[in-house]
C-alpha cells in the first residue's frame, strides 16, 4: 500500500503563503488524477483541487486563483502552493488519489490567523 506524506503547513498571518508538499512511496506518474483535500474542525474532508497526469487543473470555487496544484511524477511529489491566505483556509491538508483510493497520510496542519 502507497504511503502518503505531507508537510508544508504551518501558522500564517492572512495574506501570507505557503507550499505543501505530498510525496508518495509509489509512483504517481501511473496515477491519473491526484489531488489536494482539508478538513476543518468539525466538518468534512472536501476536495480543494485536483491535476490529471497531462497536468490540467481543476480548483473548488473558494480557492480559485489563490491556490495552484502542480506534480513532479519524477519525485512521486504533488505540491499545492497557496497565496492569499485566509482564516478560512485553516484545516488540515492530505492529498490522496482522486477519488480518494490510497490511505490517508497524517495530513499537515495549516493555521492562518486573521
Known amino acids: 500500500q502507497v504511503q502518503l506524506v505531507e508537510s508544508g503547513g504551518g501558522l500564517v498571518q492572512a495574506g501570507g503563503s505557503l507550499r505543501l508538499s505530498c510525496t508518495a512511496s509509489?509512483?504517481?506518474?501511473?496515477?491519473?488524477?491526484m489531488g489536494w483535500y482539508r478538513q476543518a474542525p468539525g466538518k468534512q474532508r472536501d476536495l480543494v483541487a485536483r491535476?490529471?497526469?497531462?497536468?490540467?487543473?481543476y480548483s473548488a470555487e473558494s480557492v480559485k486563483g489563490r491556490f495552484t496544484i502542480s506534480r513532479d511524477n519524477a519525485k512521486n511529489t504533488v505540491y499545492l502552493q497557496m497565496n492569499s491566505l485566509k482564516p478560512e483556509d485553516t484545516a488540515v491538508y492530505y492529498c490522496n488519489t482522486v477519488p480518494s483510493a490510497w490511505n490517508w497520510g497524517q495530513g499537515t496542519q495549516v493555521t492562518v490567523s486573521s
Open positions: 491535476i490529471t497526469s497531462g497536468g490540467s487543473t
Open positions: 509509489g509512483r504517481i506518474a501511473s496515477i491519473n488524477v
